[in-house]
């Protein structure tokens, strides 16, 4: 996870396509600029910050079950539960589940999990559109760096 960069996911660890899941891992760092002022002698990783976690989860998630042929951008986070704070070092299970898909938008229901206990969750919606001009191959660059390209495989 590099929190200044927004690269929150470190690995996907699978994408099952008949269950239209994913899971994958992120590692919070020890250090990161976000904490200097989140907080102060108390440093926790913002929950908009594992809102995006999630997020990026699902995105990865749809972009492996489209083929990478179409590109999600996230437009709305409903029913978001936060139940505990996330400190440096915490090791996170992200799993994203695909609820609905069609007329050029996807739902997932994602969760954030460390020792098997629950962290937050939400239902994510996104709008799938063509990519971007340049877009397609940074996505694909992302997805082979956390394993994604091996697991849609």
Do not use: W
């Not at 996907?12 to 239209?20: A, G, H, I, Q, Y």
């Not at 492996?64 to 070092?89: E, I, S």
């Not at 206990?117 to 397609?136: H, S, T, V, W, Y």
Request: with cysteine; proline share 6%.
């Amino acid at each position: 996870m590099r929190l200044e960069y927004f690269e929150m996911i470190d690995r996907v660890t699978s994408l099952d396509r008949n269950t239209k899941r994913i899971e994958v891992s992120s590692t919070v760092p020890m250090e990161s600029t976000v904490f200097e002022g989140h907080f102060p002698g108390h440093p926790l990783v913002p929950g908009v910050l594992l809102t995006e976690t999630m997020a990026q989860a699902s995105g990865y998630l749809v972009l492996g079950l489209m083929g990478f042929t179409h590109m999600p951008f996230l437009m709305g986070v409903d029913k978001a539960r936060f139940r505990t704070f996330v400190g440096p070092g915490t090791v996170l299970t992200v799993t994203a589940q695909l609820e609905h898909e069609g007329s050029g938008y996807a739902v997932t229901k994602a969760r954030i999990t460390a020792e098997g206990k629950p962290i937050c969750d939400a239902e994510l919606r996104f709008r799938i559109m063509p990519f971007p001009e340049g877009m397609d191959g940074l996505m694909r660059a992302q997805a082979k760096r956390i394993g994604l390209l091996e697991e849609a495989v």
